[in-house]
Every structure is written in structure tokens, then in C-alpha cells.
């Protein structure tokens, strides 16, 4: 038995009116067609994983802040440090949050999205999944190019290159936020309201369990 709950995305339903659920929604609305679900009505499971997400806006506000400082005062110690723990809360928490769906969460997802033919028509066969995925992987590409921009703006002897490469990082900082947020966004109030409607509770249930100690090569079948 599934989650089903009437106020859940139906992507079928969205296609059929010429949208994507997956459509960029405005930066506090929903995309037209799309039912979100609060909190408190997503499976236990899915609840721990929005609950990380907030913890991760949290700290995304306060990236925002480095950058603004930064802008204003060029890096310092003080930033420098802020920075640091930024980017340490990133490698320690959100990689793992990452893992953990793609783990756990995406894998039965695609195959329920899949099998409903909820699916892209092209010779590959993409689902929102696949651009959850995506976007996984293009955070970890911008964080590292901008680490690496910082790092070198901060040695640079030479004040004009050093401006160069500064203003630079802080536009991919400006990307980071962005892409982090409409991704939290996205997972918040499209794929996790999908998940609670296509994977049966007990499922649900198992990843929880999966995530909360047992060997992280647990197979959960779907």
C-alpha cells in the first residue's frame, strides 16, 4: 500500500497542461499544477531529510552573509574562518545528505517514476531524478571551483588579480546559492511529495532504518 494523498504532484496531469514539474518555480511559489505537502504529512523518512535540508539553509544564509562581507571588506581571518566552516559543514553533512538519497531515496524512485511513465521520451529515459542527480553533482563542481578561486584570491600578492579572481569566486559563490536553494526547493515540494505518493510506507520505513546505522550497503527492495 502507497502513500497516496490527494494533494500529492501529478506529473501526468502537469504534462498534460504543457508543464514540468521541474520547471524553475518562482523563489517562494510552487511550479502551477503542483500540490506540495508539509512537513508533517511526508513519511518519517522523508521528514529527516527535509530536516536536513533546513539545517542546511541555516548555513546557506550565513554563506550569503561571508559573501556580503567579503564583497565589502576583501577576505580576512574573521572570513576566512567563516569560510572554512562553511565549507567543512558541506564535505561532513551535506555530501552525506546527498549520499543518502542517492543511496536510498532515488534509486525506488526512479523505478516508480519509470513504471508509471513518468519518463522522458528521448533515447535515454530521465526523470526528475536524474536531474536531482544533476544537480548533485554540478554543487559539488561549483563549490570546489569556488574553494579554489577563494584559496587563490587570498595569496594573490599582485591587488588587481587578486580582484579578478575574487570577484570571480564570489559569482560562483552567488551560483552556489542559488542552484543549493531552487534544489532544496525542488526536493521540499516536488520530489519528496512524488516519493511519499509512488514508494509504500514500509519502504519508506526501511530506508529510514537503512540511514539510522546499519551498513550503508543495506539493500532495500522496492
Not at 517562494?28 to 521528514?47: I, Y
Not at 550565513?62 to 559543514?89: C, M, T, V, W, Y
Not at 536531474?131 to 569556488?146: C, G, R
Request: proline share 6%.
Amino acid at each position: 500500500m502507497n502513500n497516496r494523498n490527494d494533494g500529492a504532484a501529478d506529473p501526468a496531469k502537469l504534462e498534460d497542461e504543457g508543464l514540468s514539474p521541474m520547471d524553475a518555480p518562482e523563489a517562494k511559489s510552487p511550479p502551477a499544477g503542483v500540490h506540495p505537502l508539509s512537513r508533517e504529512e511526508l513519511a518519517p523518512f522523508l521528514q529527516i531529510l527535509w530536516d536536513e535540508h533546513e539545517a542546511l539553509i541555516v548555513e546557506l544564509d550565513k554563506f550569503e552573509a561571508i559573501l556580503a562581507s567579503i564583497r565589502e571588506e576583501g577576505i580576512n581571518p574573521i572570513s576566512g574562518g567563516r569560510l572554512s566552516d562553511f565549507f567543512q559543514h558541506y564535505d561532513e553533512e551535506v555530501l552525506a545528505h546527498h549520499k543518502k538519497e542517492e543511496r536510498h531515496l532515488f534509486p525506488i524512485l526512479e523505478e516508480k517514476l519509470i513504471a508509471a511513465g513518468e519518463h522522458s521520451t528521448g533515447p535515454e529515459m530521465e526523470t526528475p531524478v536524474s536531474m536531482m542527480e544533476d544537480e548533485h553533482l554540478k554543487s559539488v563542481q561549483t563549490a570546489a571551483v569556488m574553494f579554489n578561486l577563494l584559496a587563490m584570491a587570498s595569496r594573490l600578492p599582485d591587488e588587481e588579480s587578486k580582484k579578478i579572481v575574487l570577484e570571480t569566486a564570489l559569482k560562483q559563490g552567488d551560483e552556489f546559492l542559488e542552484l543549493m536553494r531552487l534544489h532544496i526547493f525542488r526536493e521540499n515540494n516536488i520530489i519528496f511529495p512524488m516519493a511519499h505518493d509512488l514508494i509504500d510506507a514500509d519502504v519508506l520505513q526501511a530506508m529510514g532504518a537503512a540511514t539510522e546505522g546499519a551498513p550503508q550497503e543495506a539493500q532495500i527492495d522496492a
